[in-house]
């Protein structure tokens, strides 16, 4: 299958600071990319869809302002954490989609932790 | 996105299949069936998808039913690494993929 990696693997930041979290595919063109939040014991909940060069699509609940999405380019997406509190602990999981697959691959996640 | 209904847990012996259902009763001619599985903290891996036909590759089989209202996942010969949970999806081609609860496989040996 193909292969995105996300990076970091895991990170611990303190309240009110920014993380920020990348998302590549590594070898296919990404035309869509998703990001998901899992908390302990729960399976992922989307967070947001992005497409290449357009605003990301926000699941209903998820505030697009403290997390932002950027998919400036074919091979990249970045999650960024704003204003990070303690509740924001979780992991965070990345998937990419080319546009002639049918299947999405995922990212290995990452784990943050906000002090 | 229809729903689907996977049972919470299932146990298999090593060496053995493991056969893991999956109800998708409301599915839409466009729906495709996809399987992933995750262990634990890590990112869910793609095992395979179907839309009418069954499939195979090297990880799995999937048989869809004719009426498309359930599939099966068949690990033919489950390891101790096989241990994960099972997510069963029915999306369009396309669409965001959405996750339900799954079903935690347990591979015994």
């Known amino acids: 299958g193909a292969v995105v990696s996300q990076h970091p693997s895991w990170v611990i930041c303190k309240s009110g600071t920014s993380v920020k979290i990348e998302c590549r595919s590594l070898?296919?063109?990404?035309?869509?990319m998703f990001w998901y939040r899992q908390f302990p014991k729960q399976s992922l909940m989307l967070m947001a869809t992005s497409n290449e060069g357009s605003k990301a699509t926000y699941e209903q609940g998820v505030e697009k302002d403290k997390f932002l999405i950027n998919h400036a380019s074919l091979t990249l997406s970045t999650l960024t954490v704003t204003s990070a509190h303690p509740e924001d602990s979780s992991f965070y999981i990345c998937s990419a989609r080319s546009q002639k697959n049918t299947e999405a691959f995922f990212g290995q996640g990452t784990r943050l932790t906000v002090v | 996105d229809a729903k689907t209904t996977q049972p919470t847990s299932m146990d298999c012996a090593e060496g053995r299949a493991a056969n893991l259902p999956c109800n998708h009763s409301?599915?839409?001619?466009?729906?495709?069936v996809y399987w992933y599985r995750q262990i634990h903290s890590q990112g869910p891996q793609y095992i395979i998808h179907g839309l009418k036909n069954n499939e195979t590759n090297e990880m799995a089989s999937l048989i869809i039913t004719e009426d498309r209202k359930s599939s099966t996942l068949i690990l033919p010969h489950a390891t101790l690494r096989d241990t994960a949970v099972y997510y069963c999806?029915?999306?369009?081609?396309?669409?965001?993929?959405?996750f339900g609860e799954g079903t935690q496989l347990t591979v015994n040996p």
């Open positions: 999806i029915a999306e369009t081609s396309g669409s965001r993929l959405t």
């Open positions: 070898d296919f063109q990404a035309t869509t």
């Open positions: 409301t599915i839409s001619g466009n729906e495709y």
